[in-house]
């Protein structure tokens, strides 16, 4: 076997040694403390998976299956899930009540968001449309102006050429004459 064949082979078995140390070295995971051991609420609540009763004073599963915990297991005015001194249906309550908001607050954002756009729609159409009539009355000023012009030049050739009855224009007075 060549020197570097040999090297690849060695680093092989290095690492396959590795992973298999490394996965015997990992500890198995504690099992998960039954809610039932614990005696008191403030033991209890901080568990998210347990649920405390105030009128049977235990500390049970949360049932997970439900949204709300069953009366059987405890009244919705007793349960207290997360902090002791807030009960479950005060909890539900408060949590529908500011879900509510945010929804009527979003709606409210939504709305002035697309009035505020027509608004600044409409505000930048009739800008548009000024700027255009100023564009197209600057136009036509200028366009009667050439015509001025343009009728002036005529009236001058016109003159000079004795098609108009000018009584400033010298071939008119002979023709009086």
Request: one cysteine or more; charged letters at 25%.
């Amino acid at each position: 076997m060549s020197g570097q064949a040999c090297a690849r082979v060695t680093a092989a078995l290095v690492l396959a040694v590795a992973l298999v140390s490394v996965g015997e070295c990992q500890p198995t995971p504690t099992p998960p403390v039954p809610c039932s051991t614990f005696k008191s609420c403030d033991s209890c609540v901080p568990h998210a998976k347990c649920l405390w009763c105030i009128t049977t004073k235990n500390c049970s599963d949360y049932p997970v299956t439900w949204l709300l915990p069953p009366p059987s297991l405890c009244p919705l005015a007793e349960a207290r899930w997360g902090v002791c001194w807030l009960n479950f249906e005060a909890l539900i309550i408060t949590l529908a009540v500011l879900g509510g908001c945010i929804l009527i607050i979003i709606t409210v954002c939504c709305c002035c968001c697309c009035c505020g756009c027509r608004k600044r729609r409409s505000s930048r159409l009739d800008r548009d449309e000024e700027r255009l009539a100023r564009r197209r009355e600057e136009i036509r000023h200028r366009s009667e102006e050439r015509k001025v012009e343009r009728q002036a030049r005529h009236d001058e050739i016109r003159r000079k050429y004795g098609l108009i009855g000018d009584a400033d224009h010298p071939y008119s007075k002979f023709e009086n004459e």
